[in-house]
């Protein structure tokens, strides 16, 4: 009998239990690695709250006085600011969200199920390279290209839609902002930064749909669109509604692009075409911290927390949304 | 209703792979026909050129004709999705639509058909089709949850009148019973000998018992070995084929020599 002869089993007995360091070390690593997410994000919420607090809790008209952007002869507070930062934060991801949901979805349908396979992977590629331009590029290529692009479009918008609140001209001039920095150009360029993200997590969930229905629904029948609608759609609902919150997510927290093409300013106005309207969370506190005294951080970083809160909310309506029918869901 | 179907010097490639030579054979109306033969030997690629759905898979392709009532389901004015609505089919795995109820998935290809129907109309068309397919009984009192809360007897039953409510003139069974257990197979089984009173059914399948029990005709397909094509054997009644094959290659596959 050779040693390679030599039964395996033999040389283990039963009560032996391998846990070589290695095997524990990883372990460990993992664990680790899973633990630091939630302390960093008890971190960073720590520090939101503690910071904030002073500007939060000032009753005394102290923060009014030492804070120059809040101006309370024109009757502002605090809250009120972050109340039209929240407004501004809000409409213009919304309607970076409206413009580029349906697009991705469309050029993620376009890649996983009719472009020819050669044609899907080039344009797959080209669509991630989207994701790799800075958003400063963007904020410079929105400020400089897009908008003297979009600015008599504006004009014909406001000419024979004017009626509605959004495309609404300046009530004073009776035109659009001719320089063009307005919230509907904010919003266009958040769009364009967020197509890829919400293109690339679709058109992965859009590849997964078991064949096994996508046959069901063509041997019933079905066009190649109907197919979609029966088996694609229904797969990837969550899919749909997860890429959609990531874009979100990047688009309310989105700064530099916002701060390079927006005429800000503070109001509740729909007027998507008039500059001076809005601005965002996120591009106000840039612009406002590198002058800002201590009472000013503190007020700035009650925004972040704001800033924080609603994402933490659109996450948990997504959760919700993705949830409420799972018993339908492909997962069972 | 159930028309019949002659196909001519068919072959079937993958690219430039052809995968089944030179088929040719007549599927009489209202009757059952089985498909039999080892693995690989092209017995599902074959049925699946009788309602177009092979033509989903990227490059794969025909050359030669499938007339059903005479009209060539290959000509080049014939839309496939046509072809797909007249000639049914039911899966080897059972795949109703997770996301719809046990309604919805039955009523699936008939609202594609003619969009909207009346309510009254759509539960009718639900009883009928369920009761066709031997299900009602089973799940009557809860039509309106998901379609993969059943068992997979229960599922593959549904995809049966899922594909009998669009009312094919043909249905096409790929292996419909390799996945379930015998009392679900007998339920089929049961279910086939019915349906053979409307449809014609060509069912391609595994089992030899299988073929024996349900069919009329078998038709018998081998394949000469890895990389060459497929090819159909013989095909006669199914009583002379288990009995007295007139191939050699037929008595030893039927006999459990090989495959």
């Known amino acids: 009998m050779t040693t390679t002869d030599k039964r395996v089993a033999e040389e283990v007995p039963l009560t032996a239990h391998r846990r070589s360091l290695t095997n524990v070390g990883f372990e460990w690593l993992s664990t680790g690695a899973a633990a630091l997410i939630l302390v960093l994000l008890a971190a960073v919420a720590a520090f939101l709250l503690t910071e904030a607090w002073p500007a939060i809790t000032d009753t005394s008209g102290e923060l009014a006085d030492k804070v120059s952007w809040i101006k309370p002869e024109d009757g502002e507070s605090l809250l009120q600011v972050v109340g039209y930062l929240i407004f501004g934060t809000l409409l213009i991801s919304a309607i970076a969200l409206l413009i580029a949901t349906p697009l991705s979805i469309g050029i993620a349908l376009f890649i996983s199920h009719y472009a020819p396979r050669r044609l899907a992977a080039g344009l797959g590629y080209l669509i991630d390279l989207l994701a790799a331009i800075p958003s400063v590029v963007y904020g410079l290529w929105g400020a400089i290209v897009l908008i003297p692009v979009l600015q008599p479009f504006y004009a014909w918008l406001a000419t024979y839609f004017g009626w509605i609140p959004l495309f609404a001209p300046d009530p004073t001039t009776g035109v659009v902002s001719p320089t063009g920095r307005v919230a509907l150009s904010a919003a266009l360029v958040l769009a364009i930064m967020i197509i890829p993200i919400i293109t690339a997590v679709t058109r992965e969930v859009f590849l997964q749909t078991p064949k096994l229905h996508e046959e069901a629904a063509l041997a019933m029948g079905a066009t190649r669109w109907e197919m979609i609608r029966m088996a694609v759609f229904p797969f990837g609902r969550s899919g749909i509604v997860g890429a959609t919150m990531l874009g979100l997510g990047r688009a309310l927290g989105e700064t530099m692009a916002v701060y390079m093409i927006l005429s800000v300013g503070l109001s509740t106005s729909f007027a998507i075409l008039q500059s001076g309207n809005h601005n965002t969370i996120a591009a106000y506190i840039a612009s406002q911290f590198p002058e800002a005294n201590m009472q000013g951080v503190s007020a700035l970083i009650a925004m972040g927390l704001a800033l924080f809160i609603i994402t933490l909310l659109v996450n948990m309506l997504a959760r919700w949304i993705v949830s409420r029918r799972s018993e339908f869901s492909g997962a069972n | ?259």
């Open chain 2, 1 to 259: 209703m159930a028309k019949r179907i002659d196909v001519n010097n068919l072959n079937v490639y993958y690219g430039s792979f052809l995968a089944v030579e030179d088929v040719s054979l007549s599927i009489e109306p209202k009757s059952v026909t089985a498909f039999i033969g080892p693995s690989g030997c092209g017995k599902s690629t074959f049925l699946r050129t009788l309602n177009r759905m092979h033509e989903v898979i990227p490059g794969a392709r025909v050359e030669g004709e499938v007339l059903m009532d005479g009209t060539n389901l290959y000509d080049s004015n014939v839309d496939p999705v046509a072809v797909r609505r007249h000639v049914g089919m039911v899966f080897q795995r059972p795949n109703p639509f997770p996301t719809m109820s046990i309604a919805e998935n039955v009523l699936a290809g008939v609202k594609l058909n003619n969009g909207r129907m009346s309510k009254g109309d759509g539960e009718d068309l639900v009883e009928q089709s369920l009761r066709g397919a031997n299900l009602w009984d089973e799940v009557k009192d809860r039509l309106d949850k998901p379609g993969s809360s059943l068992s997979g007897g229960q599922q593959q039953r549904l995809c049966i009148a899922r594909a009998i409510a669009i009312k094919p003139d043909v249905l096409l069974m790929d292996e419909p019973c390799s996945a379930l257990d015998p009392i679900s197979t007998l339920a089929i089984e049961d279910l086939i000998q019915e349906l053979k009173t409307d449809y014609t059914i060509v069912i391609v399948t595994h089992n030899m018992q299988q073929a024996a029990r349900v069919s009329e005709k078998t038709a018998f397909f081998n394949i000469a070995g890895t990389g060459k094509p497929g090819k159909l054997i013989e095909m006669d009644d199914t009583t002379t084929i288990f009995s007295a094959p007139s191939e050699r290659a037929t008595e030893d596959y039927i006999s459990g020599r090989f495959g």
